[in-house]
């Protein structure tokens, strides 16, 4: 949220590594007692920072849950290991696992994390290390209104009057600008889809119309010989039918295969997924029955003399 990061590598005591090699890079989070619960993140395994672990510098950490996966198996191992960010540092006993967070954006993978208190020391050789720029998360049903910003302002203008508010944002704010270039694109493509679905529509009831004037006499001559207007619908219907069959039928081929380009747009949405195929191929399907049943209809009402006099 502060629209910049710390990454840098994580060592685990129970971990080799060969001289020279750096373990890989990961997101570093330093937090206060509380964030957790006030951004409604799950605590998997463990426990949360309490303040005497910042005030009296007690190396403790936590991490992310999908760190603790990779590194150990499953949050409940990582309990009592010891991490630490570099070889000159103390090592860090984990106390607590938390829920994956999305760090870098709604549309981005969660990161795997170290997360540390504000306040420690010997943190990369540092005698002390201390936050001192940092981020504020107010939960409140009041977020976003003009009275409530002003109520933050003089709260913290009564500790310091020198200090501004600076980037206050929403978390709805936050989500939708890192959505935004995504949310656009696929309004376009709906729109796209959309033009799409209604030029197969029409292209399906001109198809039908036409095979109907074509196959007028016909018609005329089932009637004559007894057909009931239901059979003669249905013949046209499942012709229709026929032809959004094999238009979808190529649309699932070219789908499955244009939709791993377009992983980048999905979010929580698998470019296979089956519910959005079959929802997708059944909106088709019933297109294609309502573009053909309206001039199979009107071919039903032609009487079956003006029928047999037509060329």
């Known amino acids: 949220m502060t629209g910049s990061g710390w990454h840098d590598p994580i060592f685990a005591a129970d971990k080799n590594y060969e001289q020279k090699q750096l373990p890989p890079i990961r997101t570093f989070k330093f937090v206060s007692p509380g964030l957790l619960r006030t951004m409604g993140n799950r605590l998997i395994a463990g426990r949360d920072f ?12 936590m991490v992310s849950e999908s760190l603790a996966r990779e590194l150990w198996g499953s949050p409940a191992a990582a309990l009592g290991k010891q991490i630490r960010e570099s070889n000159s540092s103390d090592w860090r006993e984990v106390v607590g696992v938390v829920s994956d967070e999305r760090d870098d954006g709604v549309d981005q993978k969660a990161p795997a994390a170290a997360i540390w208190p504000m306040l420690m ?29 002003s109520e933050v302002g003089r709260a913290v203008w009564s500790v310091n009057p020198n200090l501004p508010l600076a980037s206050v944002r929403t978390l709805d704010e936050i989500v939708s600008k890192s959505m935004a270039r995504t949310s656009f694109t696929l309004v376009m493509l709906a729109i796209a ?61 070219a789908a499955i295969t244009l939709t791993r380009l377009m992983g980048s747009l999905l979010f929580e949405v698998s470019p296979i997924d089956p519910f959005t195929y079959v929802a997708v191929c059944a909106s088709l399907v019933s297109a294609a029955v309502l573009a053909s049943y309206i001039p199979a209809l009107r071919a039903t009402l032609v009487n079956p003399v003006t029928a047999l006099r037509a060329e």
């Open 193 to 253: 889809g959309a033009m799409a679905l209604l030029l197969g529509i029409a292209g399906i009831y001109g198809v039908i119309s036409y095979s109907v004037s074509q196959r007028t006499r016909e018609v005329g001559i089932r009637m004559a010989l007894g057909a009931q207007r239901g059979e003669v619908t249905r013949m046209f219907v499942r012709y229709g039918l026929g032809l959004a069959g094999i238009g979808i039928a190529c649309g699932l081929a």
């Open 50 to 61: 309490v303040w005497e672990d910042a005030y009296d510098k007690r190396t403790v950490a």
């Open 121 to 149: 020391t010997k943190f990369e050789g540092d005698d002390v290390s201390v936050r001192r720029t940092m981020s504020y998360v107010i939960r409140s049903p009041r977020a976003g209104t003009t009275a409530f910003t």
